[in-house]
């Protein structure tokens, strides 16, 4: 256990439907932030997702909007390949949860099923997320819905 709590992990999928047009449109949703934004958040950002680009995350619902969060991070790898589209950030100081989230948009050449895979590393990093961690953990299942959601709306 760190000093700010248990680390907690998870990945999580769903199939997009399929295609080489449903790959690229999700995959280029993804990396110009609009499956954030879908997923009801105000981004602040200056460009697509790219190694070394930071932006800032807030809520538009929820408790976390109440409580006016915002969530700095920095994409740290981007991933741009034939099968495979998407890139992962970490959080900064001042992101209520210290820690990593991936997003990746596939397709299966063998099926041409496309589908969005997430997968995600945190602990608590703030005293107000701790005392709230049962509110942080609904939140967090609650957007990582929201972003599988965003992208299915692509076809």
């Not at 709590?5 to 790959?23: K, P």
């Not at 915002?70 to 949860?97: D, I, K, Q, S």
Request: charged content about 30%; hydrophobic content about 45%; some cysteine.
């Amino acid at each position: 256990m760190s000093r700010a709590g248990r680390t907690r992990r998870f990945t999580r999928e769903a199939v997009l439907g399929a295609g080489a047009d449903l790959f690229d449109r999700a995959s280029r949703a993804l990396i110009d932030w609009d499956m954030h934004r879908r997923a009801g958040l105000v981004v602040v950002v200056d460009g697509p997702a790219s190694v070394g680009r930071r932006v800032r995350l807030r809520p538009r619902t929820g408790p976390a909007a109440w409580l006016r969060i915002t969530a700095p991070c920095e994409v740290t790898a981007v991933v741009h390949t034939e099968l495979a589209r998407g890139f992962t950030y970490r959080a900064l100081p001042g992101h209520p949860e210290a820690g990593w989230e991936s997003f990746l948009v596939e397709r299966d050449l063998a099926t041409d099923v496309v589908r969005l895979r997430i997968v995600a590393e945190s602990s608590h990093a703030t005293l107000l997320a701790r005392w709230g961690a049962p509110v942080a953990r609904v939140e967090q299942g609650r957007l990582t819905r929201r972003y599988l959601a965003a992208l299915r709306e692509e076809h």
